[in-house]
């Protein structure tokens, strides 16, 4: 006899009904799987991964602000009122001078 | 998964697994089915840990032999050994000659003969899927297998 015609023939078949409902009376009484130590680490990265990138949304948008307003200061003639102003600070040290 | 989901589950496999562990028990069972269930219910807590490297099922038979030889080693003694126990589950096997022909023929094997040549043979498995349910190479396997099929063949043919 071949082996592959000795397993067939002597392949029990098992009726699962009894085992079934035993086996769902247990995991009724066992308590939910609990979370892998892997998934609370993956949650963790993502979370992190969540708060760099906020974090780095933040610093953007502060560099775009900085820029704005260089750039308002400087078409607004921010630096030509503060040479025009350089005579006037001068003048005050020089009234201040003679004091020491 | 869901509890609906590892329902569907278990009727899927509960019998190979069950086949599977009433063999390696030598017909014994209430032993077979109590490592089955003990099986199936750390597969249910685990079930986060399972990564999808092979299937499902390879998994839960990969848990059930580590259950079995724990169950072994706890008793002290083999198992598959132990045919005091009366078989007599009330939805399980036709115990008759043709089982006691088969399990006469396994006791000519070696415990992992017994193990590849039930899983091939038996269970349909692979090479590979019988690699990863018992922890040994795949050239370990063949070699068990050819082993089993040549004394089961003597065995047989001086039946």
Known sequence: MQLEEFFDTHRQSIDGTGFESRLANRLDATPRPEESLAETYSKLEERLETQDRVALGQRLVVFFCSMAGFAAFLFAGGYAAIVSAFPAIANFFAAIRPAF | ?159
């Open chain 2, 1 to 159: 998964m869901s509890r609906e989901e590892f329902n569907t589950f278990v009727t899927q496999q509960q019998e190979p697994l069950r086949r599977f562990l009433l063999n390696v028990c030598g017909g014994d069972s209430y032993i077979a089915d109590e490592i089955a269930e003990e099986a199936f219910v750390r597969a249910y807590l685990n079930l986060n840990s399972f990564r999808g490297g092979c299937k499902m099922s390879t998994w839960l038979f990969r848990i059930a032999y580590n259950c079995f030889y724990d169950s072994v080693r706890k008793r002290g003694r083999e198992v598959e050994l132990g045919a005091a126990r009366d078989i007599a589950s009330e939805d399980l096997v036709q115990c008759n000659e043709r089982q006691e022909e088969l399990h006469s023929a396994l006791k000519q094997l070696t415990a992992p003969q017994r193990d590849v040549i039930l899983l091939f043979y038996m269970e349909d498995k692979q090479i590979r899927e019988i690699s990863q349910i018992t922890g040994m190479n795949e050239n370990t396997v063949k070699s068990h297998l050819r082993r089993a099929k040549q004394t089961m063949k003597t065995y047989l043919t001086n039946l």
